[in-house]
């Protein structure tokens, strides 16, 4: 049921993510990411609690999937307390890469019956 659940939730966030409307970063030689200089970086739990929805948040991860949608793409990044979707409407990065995003967060609510299995997500607006 868990599965059916998530995979609706992702299907109606990528449908509605092609209605509406990063580079990798290197890596020290422990597998750290180097962040830039006076870069707060949000982790993805804390993002997806919170639902500031229009924050310009700072988020990075590890990419570990992408969706091509009808003139963008999503793919999904990962950090140690969770993972999250991005929009763009430009490349996706391939999987395995790290990267640094700089993008406003959203909420797609995904009504099924009487329960909202909405998904928070962030349209990105720069790769760092």
Known sequence: MLGKIQAIRLS????VAGVVGC???????????ILRPN????????LQQE???DRVVHIQGK??????LVQKQAYEIQD???SIWI????????????VLVKGKVRYQQI??????????????QTKL
Do not use: C, F, H, W
Not at 24 to 30: T, Y
Not at 114 to 121: A, C, I, K, R, T
């Open 23 to 33: 580079s990798p970063l290197p890596q020290s030689g422990a597998g750290m990411l």
């Open 87 to 98: 929009v763009t409407q430009k490349q996706a990065p391939k999987s395995g890469e790290a």
């Open 80 to 82: 140690r307390t969770g």
């Open 12 to 15: 109606a966030l990528l449908l």
């Open 63 to 68: 990419v570990v999937r992408q969706v091509p």
């Open 111 to 124: 009504p099924i019956g009487s329960q909202d299995l909405g998904e928070v997500y962030v349209e990105e």
């Open 39 to 46: 870069v707060d970086v949000t982790n993805i739990q804390a």
């Open 51 to 53: 639902q500031q929805l």
